[in-house]
């Protein structure tokens, strides 16, 4: 059980786990690698994308290590809460903003990789994947499950960071071959995307009993009974997250009208070099 009375908080006492660290070492790596293989290629890289992936690994390294990590594993379910938005609203886009397209493009040189690239990302698709994962992960003997193995838990962070990065695809894609939606589907899918998390929020707070029995045993902290973690659990994945589509929604909506504005004055500006026929 992950749960245990003798885990500390403070300064002296940050974590670190050495399967995050591992994964985390592996993404650089490749994304140096690939930087490189670019260089020669004359691919240009741009100088914000590193610093993008460096919040991304940052963001990472800190939801899944240290003091975050010892109170949603040992503590509170409501610091769970965090650790996972922080995941799937956070790291993810981060990841996808910070890779250009021609990294890659020699994956989809293969054959069954384009073909599988081209169904996970349709929108259809990346929208039930994510939340299918986040839902089933939500449902008490999942979460129980996970709470009681590391192992499985190390593989419900990893489904839930890999669909995320699905789910915002077709917001951020940097691949033509998997394009992005047009500005008004983008913002019917972020709407639409709200209202699952909704409704497993709902079902968390209006739960009139303890759905995670690890974190009723855990010693308490800051006051906050089981019940209490729970609704606020339910909350911050209900109100934070759901506000963060709104305001990528309203982001959208302005670049929308940003560039139908470009496209009427250049359209304004050319037909002001036509020739007037007499």
Same mark, same amino acid.
């Given at each position: 059980?992950?749960?245990?009375?003798?885990?500390?908080?403070?300064?002296?006492?940050?974590?670190?786990?050495?399967?995050?660290? %591992?994964? %985390?070492?592996?993404?650089?790596?490749?994304?140096?690698?690939? *930087?490189?293989?670019?260089?020669?290629?004359?691919?240009?890289?741009?100088?914000?994308?590193?610093?993008?992936?460096?919040?991304?690994?940052?963001?990472?390294?800190?939801?899944?290590?240290?003091?975050?990590?010892?109170?949603?594993?040992?503590?509170?379910?409501? *610091?769970?809460?965090?650790?996972?938005?922080?995941?799937?609203?956070?790291?993810?886009?981060?990841?996808?903003?910070?890779?250009?397209?021609?990294?890659?493009?020699?994956?989809?040189?293969?054959?069954?990789?384009?073909?599988?690239?081209?169904?996970?990302?349709?929108?259809?698709?990346?929208?039930?994947?994510?939340?299918?994962?986040?839902?089933?992960?939500?449902?008490?003997?999942?979460?129980?499950?996970?709470?009681?193995?590391?192992?499985?838990?190390?593989?419900?962070?990893?489904?839930?960071?890999?669909?995320?990065?699905?789910?915002?695809? /077709?917001?951020?894609? /940097?691949?033509?071959?998997?394009?992005?939606?047009?500005?008004?589907?983008?913002?019917?899918?972020?709407?639409?995307?709200?209202?699952?998390?909704?409704?497993?929020?709902?079902?968390?707070?209006?739960?009139?009993?303890?759905?995670?029995?690890?974190? *009723?045993?855990?010693?308490? %902290?800051?006051?906050?009974?089981?019940?209490?973690?729970?609704?606020?659990?339910?909350? %911050?994945?209900?109100?934070?997250?759901?506000?963060?589509?709104?305001?990528?929604?309203?982001?959208?909506?302005?670049?929308?009208?940003?560039?139908?504005?470009?496209?009427?004055?250049?359209?304004?500006?050319?037909?002001?070099?036509?020739?007037?026929?007499?």
């Amino acid at each position: 059980m992950l749960l245990h009375v003798g885990a500390t908080l403070g300064p002296s006492s940050f974590s670190v786990h050495a399967s995050t660290v %591992i994964g %985390i070492i592996v993404l650089a790596t490749l994304y140096t690698w690939r *930087a490189r293989v670019g260089e020669r290629e004359a691919h240009v890289l741009g100088r914000g994308k590193p610093s993008l992936l460096a919040i991304a690994l940052l963001t990472l390294f800190l939801s899944l290590n240290g003091w975050l990590h010892d109170l949603s594993d040992y503590y509170l379910f409501s *610091a769970h809460m965090v650790q996972h938005l922080l995941l799937a609203l956070v790291v993810a886009p981060l990841l996808i903003m910070a890779t250009p397209g021609w990294m890659l493009r020699p994956a989809l040189a293969a054959r069954a990789v384009a073909s599988t690239a081209r169904w996970v990302t349709n929108p259809l698709h990346s929208f039930a994947i994510f939340n299918v994962v986040l839902a089933a992960w939500h449902l008490p003997p999942l979460y129980n499950l996970a709470l009681a193995s590391h192992p499985l838990h190390i593989a419900q962070h990893l489904m839930f960071l890999v669909a995320a990065v699905l789910m915002w695809w /077709p917001i951020l894609s /940097p691949l033509p071959e998997l394009p992005r939606l047009a500005y008004p589907m983008q913002m019917l899918y972020l709407f639409l995307m709200s209202i699952p998390m909704s409704i497993v929020s709902v079902y968390i707070a209006y739960a009139d009993s303890v759905l995670y029995p690890a974190y *009723a045993t855990a010693p308490r %902290i800051w006051g906050i009974s089981p019940m209490q973690d729970q609704l606020i659990g339910a909350l %911050i994945m209900w109100i934070p997250g759901g506000l963060f589509f709104f305001a990528v929604i309203s982001v959208i909506f302005l670049r929308w009208q940003q560039r139908d504005g470009d496209e009427s004055v250049a359209g304004a500006q050319v037909g002001a070099h036509l020739p007037v026929s007499r």
